[in-house]
């Protein structure tokens, strides 16, 4: 296995979780704002990490378009990698 995918992805959720965190930094002192699709669109790169933000920094968690559209991209994202792997290696 090359783990050089496995350290890209992590370090992309890296990025999405300093996102969601910078964008709640910007609400809390009135700041210009990171629109949503832009943090959802970090999300599809990046589930685990925006995920992780949400909850950390308590950001965006009570918006129906993030707490169930973030569960929903992971839902789809493992059914998609469940589909490559099985038609990769049935």
């Keep these: ?34 629109p949503e699709h832009t943090l959802m669109l970090a999300a599809v790169f990046g589930v685990f990490g925006a995920y992780g933000g949400m909850h950390f920094f308590h950001h965006k968690t009570y918006k129906p378009k993030f707490y169930i559209g973030v569960p929903s991209i992971f839902i789809l994202e ?10 990769l290696y049935a």
């Excluded at 783990?3 to 999405?16: A, H, K, P």
């Excluded at 493992?78 to 038609?87: D, H, L, R």
Aim: hydrophobic share 60%.
């Design 1 to 34: 296995m090359d783990y050089q995918w496995i350290i890209l992805y992590l370090l992309i959720n890296g990025i999405v979780f300093l996102i969601y965190g910078l964008d709640k930094w910007k609400a809390s002192h009135h700041r210009w704002r990171i």
């Design 78 to 87: 493992v059914i998609a990698a469940a589909a490559v792997i099985y038609f």
